[in-house]
C-alpha cells in the first residue's frame, strides 16, 4: 500500500513537472480520486 501511494505521488510531481501549464489542484484531486477507487 505504502509503494502505491508512493509512486501515485511520485507521478503526480513529475506530471506537474511537465505539464507546467496544468492546475496543481485539478492533478492532485484526479489522483486522490484515482487512489479512493483503486482502495474501494
Known amino acids: 500500500m505504502a509503494l502505491?501511494?508512493?509512486t501515485n505521488?511520485?507521478?503526480f510531481i513529475n506530471l506537474w513537472?511537465?505539464?507546467s501549464d496544468?492546475?496543481?489542484d485539478?492533478?492532485?484531486d484526479a489522483n486522490l480520486e484515482a487512489?479512493?477507487?483503486t482502495i474501494n
Open 26 to 28: 485539478e492533478i492532485i
Open 9 to 11: 505521488i511520485k507521478g
Open 17 to 19: 513537472m511537465t505539464l
Open 4 to 6: 502505491f501511494l508512493f
Open 22 to 24: 496544468s492546475d496543481v
Open 35 to 37: 487512489i479512493k477507487q
